[in-house]
């Protein structure tokens, strides 16, 4: 398995911004599709923005869509999710996954099962 390392997290007002990386040391993150999952106290993993390996495909949750953008930098060697116009109920913990599929252009949100490659999360809180 793959140790992934996410960064970004903090407190924020609702309607605040904020950005999360995440980055691993070995491998070139083209080889990858990521994902960004979140988990609030109490509530099952969801997942929440994931890309394809070629990063034509991206695809979120319905409750972030037009406010959450998954991207990634090569040269970073990173990924990001962009968060924007955040809400009380985007709290949680933030975990950056990735997985290496056969396809370049195929990339789901449907289970936490499929990522074998998980960081150890990060916190994000929205509260005024």
């Known amino acids: 398995q793959l140790r992934l390392v996410e960064s970004g997290g903090g407190l924020v007002q609702p309607g605040g911004s904020l950005t999360l990386s995440c980055t691993n040391s070995?491998?070139?993150?083209?080889?990858?599709?990521y994902a960004w999952f979140r988990q609030a106290p109490g509530k099952e993993r969801e997942g929440v923005a994931c890309?394809?390996?070629?990063?034509?495909?991206?695809n979120y949750a319905e409750s972030v869509k037009g406010r959450f953008t998954i991207v990634r930098d090569d040269a970073q060697e990173t990924v990001f999710l962009q968060m924007n116009n955040l809400k009380t109920e985007d709290t949680g913990t933030y975990f950056c996954?990735?997985?290496?599929?056969?396809?370049?252009?195929?990339?789901?949100?449907?289970?936490?099962?499929?990522?074998?490659?998980w960081g150890q999360g990060t916190q994000v809180t929205i509260s005024s």
């Open positions: 890309l394809s390996r070629s990063g034509s495909t991206a």
């Open positions: 070995r491998f070139n993150v083209e080889t990858s599709v």
């Open positions: 996954a990735s997985y290496s599929p056969p396809s370049q252009t195929f990339c789901a949100l449907d289970s936490p099962i499929r990522y074998p490659n």
